[in-house]
């Protein structure tokens, strides 16, 4: 087996939270914050994606004062440009140096219907931009009753591959839908059965060496207390945070795990 060189990621979600001017100031702190605290930004990456309408003070705050986060968008769309009112093109958030993008995140596929085929186009219209998808996959309550806990997040995956060549960089994010802002996270168990199952679906889809390299993360009520945990499995290689990257010293605790697993 390869030698794991992936770089953990941390991704703090603000879904619809902080304006530009709320954002300005979190990003401000949370960097001084992890900075007094000695993180090493090499050792574990940090990103954090606010709402469209923050993105460029975020991008001038982080260029500005050199900062070592990355940000990108929660959503993006398939189309380049044209009549799509309310729409987000992955070229403006390519100019806004947006890093990383959010693709299928299960609120966006039941609040706005997003189907496979959708995020698929998605992963494709951002990658054209040289983002990094960040694939949200997972399955609900009645899913996993219904199909264990492997098999709905492993079709959407396959799924989301499907204009995905072997040269692309993208991050996987197993979220199950039944952990998320309900407090019930998954057991580091739970989270490494899916994300194995997962790896081997990149292998199987793009090549061993892609499946070796992709970061997969778990998402669904990360907090201070429980990330080590997940940290600790082969195959889980950071976390999409929703509620808890909103408070700073929670999310400065996430990005610290080191410390709780005395690495
Ligand atoms: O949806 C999430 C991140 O994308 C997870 O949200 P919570 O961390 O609030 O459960």
Redesign the pocket.
């Known amino acids: 087996m390869a030698v794991n060189t992936r770089v953990p990621l941390i991704a703090g ?1 603000w ?1 619809m939270n902080l304006d530009h001017l709320q954002a300005i100031a979190f990003v401000q702190k949370l960097a001084w914050s992890l900075k007094d605290a000695g993180h090493d930004f090499t050792s574990t990456e940090v990103a954090v994606f606010p709402p469209f309408t923050d993105l460029r003070s975020v991008q001038t705050l982080v260029a500005a004062d050199k900062l070592p986060l990355a940000y990108g968008g929660q959503d993006v769309s398939t189309q380049e440009s044209g009549a799509y009112t309310g729409e987000i093109s992955a070229a403006f958030l390519a100019a806004l140096e947006c890093q990383y993008v ?1 693709i299928g ?3 966006r596929r039941t609040l706005h219907n997003e189907t496979d085929e959708v995020v698929a186009a998605k992963v494709t219209a951002a990658l054209k931009h040289n983002l990094v998808p960040i694939i ?1 996959v997972g399955e609900t309550a009645a899913d996993l009753e219904l199909h264990g806990p492997s098999a709905v997040p492993v079709a959407q995956l396959k799924a989301a591959l499907a204009g995905v060549d072997n040269a692309a960089d993208i991050v996987v ?1 197993y ?1 199950p839908v039944w ?4 407090g019930q ?1 998954a057991t580091p168990d739970q989270a490494e059965q899916v994300a194995a199952a997962l790896r081997t679906t990149l292998a199987e889809v793009l090549g061993q060496d892609v499946a070796d390299k992709t970061r997969i993360l778990y ?4 907090k201070g207390v429980n990330i080590a945990g997940f940290m600790k499995e082969p195959n889980v290689d950071g976390a ?6 909103l408070d700073i010293t929670e999310f400065s605790s996430i990005v610290r795990f080191q410390k709780h697993v005395g690495l």
Do not use: F, Q
């Not at 952990?179 to 309900?182: E, K, M, Q, R, Y």
């Not at 999409?240 to 990257?245: H, I, N």
């Open positions: 979600n879904k959010l995140h299960s609120e949200c994010a979220e952990a998320i802002g309900s996270a998402g669904g009520s990360v999409l945070v929703g509620g808890a990257s």
